[in-house]
Every structure is written in C-alpha cells, then in structure tokens.
C-alpha cells in the first residue's frame, strides 16, 4: 500500500533534550513538508522540501531541524531551542499541487 | 500573505441534514483548494481537490465549489451521517506552498 508513515505516534521528551520525528513515503513524491498543529490553531509550516537535498524553512522554523538525503526521507529533529515544542506534528507529501498526511506524532514535553 | 478563513468554528446539526461549510481566502491567485477531514487524533484525510480552472468536484454526498473571483469555496453534505462528525479543513496551494483554514468542527447528532 502507498502512503505516509511517522514515528512514533506518541513521542515523550525531557526539556533539553534534542528529538527525531520519521516520516518515511512510499508514494514517489518529490516535495514533503512538517507542518505543527495546536488545539484551535491551523496547521503551521514548520519546513518544506521540493526536493533531495534542498529545503526551505516555513513559517515556524526556529528550533526545529530538517535534512532531505532520500527522496523517501524527511525527518524532523526538535530541539532544545524550541521552546514549546508540545503539539501535534504532521507530515505530508504532495504531487501536482495535492497534499497528502501521515497519521502524525504527539510530542509531550515532560 | 495568503490568509484562508473558515466559518463557521463549529456546527451541530440533526442527523439527516444537509449542510455547507464555508472557505475564503485573500488571495485569488491559487493552483487548487483541497478540502480535508480530520478525525481527533488522526492525520488529514483528502476529501476533494478542486484545481483552479474548475468550478466544483463531487464525490458522493460530498460536493465542493470554488469561486477564485471571490475568493470563496463552500463543501455541500448532503444527507449527513453521525460518522461525518469530524473537523474540516480547507487549503490552498499557491504552487510552492500550502495554507490551511483553522477548521470547522461538525458534530452531527443521531
């Protein structure tokens, strides 16, 4: 089956501690993105990638990392400098101008 | 910027109902508007991509407009189902980006 998987689902980090958030696709597509989600807020744009090997930050980049080695790949790594990193992030992937979700990771700061 | 609005935050309606929920944007000059479903906890699900040169898609109950001119696009439910309760969202893609509505929380009541 063709999609987009994150892991993990639930994800539990002390403060300062650095974290990686996968999202792997299967589904051929050359641009992925992270998006933040907070209750009663849209999605924010964390990073985007249109393609291997490049990146742009979004709307919400600091404290947050990218890198894009493999078309498939985009992880996500939070890090201490983020500093309220608890919310639900999700990944995408999209083709012709259409996006596509993983499942998402809720990240709790302890 | 391109600033997506959806109205209303929430509705509750009657099992049976049909229904319409409202998009908007500022900025007319877009590639698509995609309409999503989001189930609590969960990923966005693609319901409808209408691309810039159409007026309307329908699938199943589900029928979504576009009018770029105005800069609005209503999602039509006809007949809705408690299983339809869920949040909706809007987005639109300028070509390089997407941006999303704050959503519209439906609860529909047996």
């Known amino acids: 089956d063709g999609g987009i998987t994150q892991s993990p689902k639930y994800l539990f980090r002390k403060e300062g501690q650095n974290v990686t958030l996968s999202c792997e696709q299967n589904?051929?597509?050359?641009?992925m993105y992270w998006y933040r989600q907070d209750p009663g807020q849209g999605l924010r744009l964390i990073y985007y990638?249109?393609?291997?090997?490049?990146?742009q930050k979004g709307d919400i980049a600091e404290g947050y990392s990218v890198s894009r080695e493999k078309k498939e790949s985009f992880p996500l790594t939070v890090t201490s400098a983020q500093k309220n990193p608890t919310a639900f992030y999700l990944c995408?992937?999209?083709?012709?101008?259409?996006?596509?979700f993983g499942p998402g990771t809720r990240l709790t700061v302890l | 910027k391109q600033e997506v609005t959806q109205i209303p935050a929430a509705l509750s309606v009657p099992e049976g109902e049909n229904l319409v929920l409202n998009c908007s944007f500022t900025?007319?000059?877009?590639?698509?508007l995609q309409w999503f479903r989001q189930d609590p906890g969960k990923g966005l699900t693609s319901l409808l991509l209408?691309?810039?040169?159409?007026r309307e898609q329908t699938s199943g109950r589900l029928n979504a407009s576009l009018d770029k001119s105005s800069g609005r696009s209503t999602l039509y439910i006809a007949a809705s189902q408690p299983g339809d309760s869920a949040t909706y969202l809007c987005?639109?893609?300028?070509?390089?980006?997407?941006?999303f509505g704050t959503g519209t929380s439906l609860t529909v009541i047996p």
């Open positions: 209408i691309q810039s040169s159409q």
């Open positions: 995408a992937s999209s083709r012709r101008n259409e996006q596509f």
């Open positions: 900025d007319s000059a877009i590639y698509n």
């Open positions: 987005a639109v893609s300028d070509g390089n980006q997407f941006y």
């Open positions: 990638s249109q393609i291997v090997n490049d990146f």
């Open positions: 589904l051929n597509h050359d641009a």
